[in-house]
Protein backbone atom coordinates (compact mmCIF):
# COMPACT_ATOMS: atom_id res chain seq x y z
CA UNK A 1 0.00 0.00 0.00
CA UNK A 2 1.11 3.19 -0.92
CA UNK A 3 1.34 6.31 1.49
CA UNK A 4 2.78 9.87 1.32
CA UNK A 5 3.06 11.40 3.85
CA UNK A 6 3.83 14.89 4.03
CA UNK A 7 5.14 16.86 7.61
CA UNK A 8 6.76 20.21 7.95
CA UNK A 9 4.04 23.06 7.72
CA UNK A 10 2.77 25.61 10.03
CA UNK A 11 2.66 29.22 10.52
CA UNK A 12 5.44 31.65 9.24
CA UNK A 13 6.26 35.38 8.91
CA UNK A 14 6.35 36.52 4.97
CA UNK A 15 10.59 35.98 4.64
CA UNK A 16 10.49 33.33 6.71
CA UNK A 17 11.53 29.96 5.73
CA UNK A 18 9.60 26.44 6.16
CA UNK A 19 11.23 22.96 4.90
CA UNK A 20 8.63 20.11 4.28
CA UNK A 21 9.25 17.06 3.94
CA UNK A 22 7.47 14.03 2.41
CA UNK A 23 7.84 10.33 3.54
CA UNK A 24 7.43 7.44 1.04
CA UNK A 25 6.29 3.97 2.18
CA UNK A 26 5.19 1.44 -0.43
CA UNK A 27 6.82 2.74 -3.31
CA UNK A 28 10.75 3.40 -4.29
CA UNK A 29 10.87 7.58 -4.29
CA UNK A 30 13.86 7.30 -6.93
CA UNK A 31 11.26 5.60 -9.41
CA UNK A 32 8.71 7.88 -9.36
CA UNK A 33 8.52 11.16 -10.35
CA UNK A 34 7.59 13.11 -6.98
CA UNK A 35 5.85 16.39 -7.26
CA UNK A 36 5.04 19.28 -4.99
CA UNK A 37 1.70 20.83 -5.61
CA UNK A 38 -0.50 23.09 -3.16
CA UNK A 39 -3.96 24.51 -3.20
CA UNK A 40 -5.29 27.85 -1.23
CA UNK A 41 -8.53 28.11 -0.58
CA UNK A 42 -10.92 28.75 -3.03
CA UNK A 43 -8.41 27.90 -6.03
CA UNK A 44 -7.27 24.96 -8.18
CA UNK A 45 -4.46 23.19 -7.09
CA UNK A 46 -1.00 24.10 -8.78
CA UNK A 47 1.95 22.68 -9.69
CA UNK A 48 4.88 24.18 -7.53
CA UNK A 49 7.90 21.36 -8.24
CA UNK A 50 9.25 18.30 -9.63
CA UNK A 51 11.83 16.10 -9.09
CA UNK A 52 12.53 13.49 -12.13
CA UNK A 53 14.28 10.21 -11.48
CA UNK A 54 17.49 11.02 -12.55
CA UNK A 55 17.09 14.33 -10.04
CA UNK A 56 16.66 17.01 -12.56
CA UNK A 57 14.21 19.57 -10.65
CA UNK A 58 11.54 21.57 -12.47
CA UNK A 59 10.09 24.80 -10.47
CA UNK A 60 6.93 27.34 -11.40
CA UNK A 61 7.89 30.75 -12.35
CA UNK A 62 6.04 31.58 -9.20
CA UNK A 63 9.05 29.58 -6.40
CA UNK A 64 12.10 29.56 -8.90
CA UNK A 65 14.73 30.67 -6.82
CA UNK A 66 12.60 30.75 -3.34
CA UNK A 67 12.18 27.04 -3.34
CA UNK A 68 14.04 24.15 -3.60
CA UNK A 69 13.28 20.27 -4.05
CA UNK A 70 15.34 17.50 -3.09
CA UNK A 71 15.68 13.67 -2.26
CA UNK A 72 16.94 11.33 0.41
CA UNK A 73 16.78 7.73 -1.29
CA UNK A 74 18.28 5.83 2.22
CA UNK A 75 14.92 8.19 3.94
CA UNK A 76 12.91 7.39 0.73
CA UNK A 77 12.00 10.81 1.77
CA UNK A 78 10.98 14.03 -0.74
CA UNK A 79 11.66 17.34 0.90
CA UNK A 80 10.90 21.33 0.03
CA UNK A 81 12.94 24.13 1.52
CA UNK A 82 10.74 27.09 0.96
CA UNK A 83 12.52 30.16 1.49
CA UNK A 84 11.60 34.04 1.50
CA UNK A 85 7.73 33.36 1.26
CA UNK A 86 5.07 35.08 0.78
CA UNK A 87 1.27 35.63 1.27
CA UNK A 88 0.74 34.12 -1.72
CA UNK A 89 2.59 30.86 -1.21
CA UNK A 90 0.35 29.95 1.81
CA UNK A 91 -2.54 27.19 1.06
CA UNK A 92 -2.22 23.14 1.30
CA UNK A 93 1.12 22.06 0.14
CA UNK A 94 0.72 18.10 -1.10
CA UNK A 95 3.13 15.77 -1.74
CA UNK A 96 2.62 13.53 -4.90
CA UNK A 97 4.11 10.50 -7.02
CA UNK A 98 3.72 9.65 -10.71
CA UNK A 99 4.69 6.54 -12.67
CA UNK A 100 5.41 8.71 -16.07
CA UNK A 101 9.05 8.71 -16.92
CA UNK A 102 8.38 12.32 -17.66
CA UNK A 103 7.88 14.86 -15.53
CA UNK A 104 4.50 16.40 -15.77
CA UNK A 105 2.84 19.34 -14.26
CA UNK A 106 -0.80 18.69 -14.22
CA UNK A 107 -2.27 17.28 -10.64
CA UNK A 108 -4.54 14.70 -12.47
CA UNK A 109 -2.04 12.66 -14.35
CA UNK A 110 -0.33 12.01 -10.69
CA UNK A 111 -0.75 8.46 -9.58
CA UNK A 112 -0.44 9.00 -5.27
CA UNK A 113 -1.25 11.38 -3.14
CA UNK A 114 -0.43 12.80 0.40
CA UNK A 115 -2.96 14.39 3.08
CA UNK A 116 -1.42 17.52 3.30
CA UNK A 117 0.07 20.11 5.33
CA UNK A 118 -1.12 23.23 5.53
CA UNK A 119 1.04 26.39 5.41
CA UNK A 120 -0.20 29.70 6.69
CA UNK A 121 2.13 33.31 5.64
CA UNK A 122 1.85 36.21 7.71
CA UNK A 123 2.28 39.93 6.34
Same mark, same amino acid.
Given at each position: ??? *?? !??? $? $??????????? @?????? *???? @? #??? $?? /????????? !? /????? @???? !? &? #???? @?????? +????????? &? %?? *??????????????????????? %?? +???? !???????? &??? +????
Amino acid at each position: QVQ *LV !EAG $G $GPVQTGGSLRL @SCAASG *LTSS @S #YVM $GW /FRQAPGKER !E /FVAAL @SRSR !E &T #YYAD @SVKGRF +TISRDNAKS &T %VY *LQMNNLHPDDAGVYYCAADRAIV %VR +TTPA !EYDYWGQG &TQV +TVSS
